[in-house]
């Protein structure tokens, strides 16, 4: 009942981009901060991006600042990731996640999310 479904990933030629959307069903997001995260093969899953549940900050790991930008939509209760200027090393499952916090620099770790959708494929070709 309670779930996050992500969508907008598919094949890009570096350079490109991308917009990655996070629904929410169940449960209204409102009141969660929601970080995008990721994981390529062989590597542990990274915080990519997060937005406070106000909206009013947002953060950025140090390989996307300037290329993706997060936002969300709380009347569709939906969460973004613009994603521009894509490289190949940005190839990975893309997944977003929410927790019952305002503060998305406090909520860094994967094992604080309460929620994940089941990750959208992201595959930037050279």
């Known amino acids: 009942q309670l779930q996050l479904v992500e969508s907008g990933g598919g094949l890009v030629q570096s350079g490109g981009s991308l917009r990655l959307s996070c629904a929410a069903s169940?449960?209204?997001?409102?009141?969660?901060?929601i970080g995008w995260f990721r994981q390529a093969p062989g590597k542990e899953r990274e915080r990519v991006s997060c937005?406070?549940?106000?909206?009013?900050?947002?953060n950025y790991a140090d390989s996307v600042k300037g290329r993706f930008t997060i936002s969300r939509d709380n009347a569709k209760n939906a969460v973004y990731l613009q994603m521009n200027s894509l490289k190949p090393e940005d190839t990975a499952v893309y997944y977003c996640a929410a927790v019952l916090s305002n503060a998305c620099a406090v909520v860094r770790g994967v094992i604080v999310y309460d929620y994940w959708g089941q990750g959208t494929q992201v595959t930037v070709s050279s």
């Open positions: 169940g449960f209204i997001l409102n009141n969660y901060a």
């Open positions: 937005i406070d549940a106000s909206g009013g900050a947002t």
